[in-house]
C-alpha cells in the first residue's frame, strides 16, 4: 500500500441496501476526511476524523455515518442507499491541520444507487 | 458564508500561458490550495499559499492577495498534458477545505 486505498472502485447497489466503502491509509496522517464530487458542485465534505477516535460532521453527512478506530481506517457507511447518493466518493488524508503538503487523495469509489 | 469562485471553462494553446483566477469568502483564513484533477482520477495537491504573494514551481505558479480574496494559478508553456480541471480550496479556521466546483482547462494544439 502506498498512500490512500479505497475498495471497491466501483458499485452499482441497490437502493435500500447497506453499503461500506473503505479506505486505508499507510502515511500515519492524524487526520482523515470523505467527500462526494457531483458534476458542477465540487468536492463536498462528508464526515471527518482529525484523530483516532474522533469524527465530525461535514457539510453533507445525512444518510452517512463513519468509524475511526485506529489511525489507518475510515470506512464509510451508508444505512440505506437511495439515488440521490449516486455520486464519486473520495477518501483523503493530510497531517493535521493541512499544512503546506495538502490532502492526499485516494483514487475514488464511483458509487450508482438504482 | 463561505464560497469559492472559478471560472467553469477556461480555453487556451499549447506553449501558451494561462491564468486561473479565484476569489474566495470563508470564516477565518488557513491558507489557498490549488489542486489538479484529470477526468476519472483524484485531485492531487499543487500548491499552497498562506502569505500574500507568489509562489513559483517549475513552469506553475499561484499567487494570493489575503486583503482582496483572491488568488491565481498561473500555467506557462502549456503541454497537453494540463487538460485537467483545477480546484482551488481555502482552508477555514477550523482548518476544514472550501473547495470551488473546479475550473475545466481544454488546451489546443
Known amino acids: 500500500i502506498a498512500g490512500i486505498t479505497q475498495a471497491p472502485t466501483s458499485q452499482i447497489l441497490a437502493a435500500g441496501r447497506r453499503m461500506t466503502l473503505r479506505c486505508t491509509q499507510d502515511?500515519?496522517?492524524?487526520?482523515m476526511y470523505w467527500y462526494r464530487q457531483d458534476l458542477g458542485l465540487g468536492l463536498r465534505l462528508i464526515h471527518y476524523?482529525?484523530?483516532?477516535?474522533?469524527?465530525g460532521k461535514g457539510e453533507v453527512p445525512d444518510g452517512y455515518s463513519v468509524s475511526r478506530a485506529n489511525t489507518d481506517d475510515f470506512p464509510l457507511t451508508l444505512a440505506s442507499a437511495v439515488p440521490s447518493q449516486t455520486s464519486v466518493y473520495f477518501c483523503?488524508?493530510?497531517?493535521?491541520?493541512?499544512?503546506?503538503?495538502?490532502?492526499?487523495f485516494g483514487s475514488g469509489t464511483r458509487l450508482t444507487v438504482v | 458564508g463561505q464560497n469559492i469562485d472559478q471560472p467553469t471553462e477556461m480555453t487556451a494553446t499549447e506553449g501558451a500561458i494561462v491564468q486561473i483566477n479565484c476569489t474566495y469568502q470563508t470564516s477565518g483564513f488557513n491558507g489557498l490550495f490549488w489542486y489538479q484533477q484529470h477526468a476519472g482520477e483524484a485531485p492531487t495537491f499543487l500548491s499552497y499559499n498562506v502569505l500574500d504573494g507568489l509562489e513559483e514551481k517549475g513552469r506553475f505558479s499561484s499567487f494570493l492577495s489575503r486583503s482582496k480574496g483572491y488568488s491565481y494559478l498561473l500555467l506557462k508553456e502549456l503541454q497537453m498534458k494540463d487538460s485537467a480541471s483545477y480546484l482551488c480550496?481555502?482552508?477555514?479556521?477550523?482548518?476544514?477545505?472550501?473547495w470551488g466546483a473546479g475550473t475545466k482547462l481544454i488546451i489546443k494544439p
Open positions: 480550496a481555502a482552508m477555514d479556521s477550523n482548518y476544514q477545505l472550501i
Open positions: 502515511m500515519r496522517h492524524n487526520a
Open positions: 476524523s482529525n484523530t483516532a477516535g474522533t469524527t
Open positions: 483523503a488524508s493530510s497531517d493535521s491541520g493541512g499544512g503546506a503538503q495538502g490532502y492526499t
